[in-house]
């Protein structure tokens, strides 16, 4: 169907009044066009502010009751919610000219001047057929947001929902006089003022605007001119949630959406618990590569100290909770809701929680509380609705203020930030988000994130957040994997034992043609940035498993990868490095490598070096560890998902096997989940 911007039918789609093969038709016809897409867009957006300002006018001037006269029934099909669209609409239609006409010639949108060329004229009359009586308790004339557009000016900034000093109700307010957030309860927003629907609704003009940063994957490089390769720890676990959300709805997953260290680091593996007397201990072990057998496949695993609930430090916990329209469905604000209760089962009175809630303006749904409150922190809990912009920032501010007032000197002091993602108004640009969020990890509270939505996700945004918050970003798609986070993994998710962890690996050249670091894209450092102890990098919670994996290409084998990069013309003022490599060769160290770790305690600020040679002791894939094989097969499945040229020789097919062997004991049954994943994945390319 090809779609007409003057078809009736689009701007009755836009205001919602299509229902069942209408609207199904329009919107396969809408997907496939972005002009539509637009078109709709604006007029939601014009039609909600408009709606906002209705709103805040009749709940600032009511309506004397003794003057309404009721209408009947049967000639009101709406529903209450959608009688007060319907002053917004035709306003809307007014200042469009009536689009259902099709009087607006336009490209786009149109310009100011063909909207007044259709509309109402300043102090003219209204289109015939449209009545001109006034509605008793509302000004008849257009908004200034209208006004604007007849005047061919700019728009004024649209109207907030503020939290009000006295009742706690939303009333207007213009952002360009913005006050500071209300730091008391937060009260709903009566049902017929909550604009969760129509947000939400005006949040699909895009249909998927999930947002997810370019990868481009590591290359091999040459151990010879790159002999160290540096880079930050990461223990998000959100990549493998969000794969499994699309896998399990019959879809393959973007593929900036693999990011292949997240789904490695989604699994606990069986490394030696540290006895030394330091946070973590680290593990080495190699084997032939399974996808090209003449390489080696190198793991490093660190294990986090594991420590015992009753043992956590008391906590001061904040959520962060966005509660803008387009978090409305269940798997949003209602799944956070529920993960929330999670987590408070296992809160005691040293520990204590505050909620912070944001949308067109921030507030405090539940001051900061001690842990055995429960029943007062589930009521705050339950009382949270969706509805309104996201002005993320604001609610960050304060969210970190009211983390400051209660700072725990040794304890857990984290914001929870539980999101789509979606920054819509205020400070939205993702470097000015990260700065903020980077300024505020320097007063020692560490930030969460909990993602949650599909076709809203902003995924980039998200993990950059985590990752300069000094703290982790997980995805829920289910109320089990809130129960996994939240619960079952609670002190990793909450206790930080080590912060700026990073990792060099130094290649003996003798030993090593060339490598490639699988994953850890995002997580890239220079060499110099390893002593600096200035450089922001990742960190490891209790009992926090970290691997990492190399392909290892030896020294001799039959080709190296990185061979067939256009060499460089031969230095001047330094030896040949063939005569270097010759050099090293006659009296090499039996060492493929030498892993070097710095890190700092929680509160400190002057990293501590840990170092480990490995010396490869040629083991056969085989013959391997099953941890390795499990991580391998992680591995070689993302690289699959991603279409790699890095696969080899894998299969889906040879993955399964590879995870039959590596399973182990699987006390939690995440394995036998990911080996479900496999299958579907081999069933869904099958088709293609």
């Not at 076709?455 to 703290?471: E, I, V």
């Amino acid at each position: 169907m090809n779609i007409n911007l003057d078809d009736p039918k689009l701007t009755a789609y836009a205001l919602d009044e299509l229902s069942g093969a209408e609207k199904t038709e329009m919107e396969r016809a809408i997907a496939g066009s972005r002009e539509a897409q637009e078109f709709i867009r604006e007029i939601r957006l014009l039609s909600g502010n408009l709606r906002a300002e209705y709103d805040a006018e009749r709940a600032s001037h009511p309506v004397a009751q003794t003057n309404m006269v009721p209408l009947p029934q049967e000639d009101v099909p709406w529903s209450m919610s959608r009688r007060l669209a319907l002053a917004a609409a035709i306003v809307l239609c007014a200042a469009l000219g009536v689009v259902a006409i099709g009087t607006i010639n336009r490209g786009g949108f149109g310009s100011h001047n063909e909207l007044a060329s259709h509309a109402v004229a300043p102090g003219g009359n209204f289109p015939s057929g449209v009545s001109d009586s006034p509605v008793e308790g509302v000004d008849r004339a257009p908004t200034d947001q209208v006004q604007s557009l007849l005047k061919d000016e700019p728009a004024p900034p649209p109207v907030a929902m503020t939290l009000s000093k006295t009742a706690g109700a939303p009333v207007a307010s213009n952002y360009a006089a913005r006050q500071r957030p209300v730091s008391q309860p937060f009260a709903p927003a009566p049902a017929e003022m909550n604009l969760g629907n129509f947000e939400r609704d005006a949040k699909k003009e895009d249909f998927n605007t999930a947002r997810y940063g370019k990868i481009e994957e590591n290359p091999f490089l040459a151990a010879l001119e790159n002999p160290l390769s540096t880079f930050s720890i990461d223990v998000d676990t959100a990549s493998y949630s969000n794969i499994r959300r699309f896998l399990e709805k019959g879809s393959l997953p973007p593929k900036d959406a693999v990011r292949i260290e997240e789904m490695i680091n989604y699994f606990s593996y069986d490394y030696t618990q540290p006895n030394d007397g330091t946070p973590f201990s680290v593990n080495l072990d190699a084997a032939s590569c399974p996808w090209s057998p003449a390489h080696r496949l190198v793991r490093i695993g660190l294990q986090g100290r594991e420590m015992p609930n009753e043992k956590r430090p008391s906590s001061n916990l904040v959520f962060l909770l966005d509660v803008s329209g387009s978090m409305e469905p269940a798997n949003r604000l209602p799944l956070v809701r529920q993960a929330m209760r999670l987590l408070v089962d296992k809160l005691g009175e040293n520990d204590r929680v505050a909620i912070v809630v944001y949308a067109g303006a921030s507030g405090l749904a539940l001051p900061s509380t001690t842990g055995d409150r429960k029943e007062q922190i589930l009521a705050a809990i339950e009382n949270l609705k969706a509805g309104g912009s996201t002005n993320g920032a604001q609610g960050i501010e304060l969210a970190y203020q009211t983390a400051a007032e209660h700072f725990i000197k040794g304890g857990v002091n984290r914001v929870l930030l539980a999101t789509d993602g979606d920054f819509n108004v205020g400070t939205t640009s993702e470097g000015d988000l990260v700065r903020l969020i980077q300024e505020k990890a320097k007063g020692g509270v560490f930030l969460s994130v909990l993602g949650v939505g599909d076709d809203n996700l902003n995924d980039s945004m998200m993990q950059k957040l985590a990752d300069k918050g000094n703290g982790n970003y997980a995805y829920l798609d289910s109320l089990d994997e809130a129960r996994k986070v939240l619960v079952q993994q609670i002190n990793g998710t909450l206790v930080t034992i080590a912060k700026d962890v990073k990792i060099q690996v130094e290649f003996n050249p003798a030993r090593v043609a060339s490598y490639r670091l699988i994953g850890y894209e995002k997580r890239l450092l220079r060499k110099e940035d390893f002593n600096n102890d200035k450089i922001d990098a990742g960190e490891i919670g209790a009992g926090h498993t970290v691997t990492a994996l190399y392909e290892v290409v030896p020294v001799g084998a039959e080709a190296s990868p990185a061979a067939s990069v256009p060499p460089v013309d031969s230095l001047k003022y330094q030896p040949n490095p063939m005569a270097v490599a010759t050099s090293l060769g006659k009296n090499a160290s039996p060492e493929l490598l030498t892993v070097k770790l710095r890190y700092k305690e929680p509160e400190g600020e002057t990293s501590k070096l840990i170092e480990r040679p490995f010396v490869d002791s040629g083991t056969q894939f085989a013959n391997a560890a099953p941890d390795l094989k499990f991580a391998a097969a992680v591995a070689e499945f993302g690289m699959i998902l991603r279409d790699s040229e890095f696969k080899g020789t894998g299969s889906l097919g040879a993955v399964a096997e590879w995870v039959q062997e590596g399973k182990g004991a699987d006390k939690s049954g995440y394995r036998a989940g990911f080996l479900q994943l496999v299958r579907k994945a081999e069933a869904l390319k099958a088709r293609m």
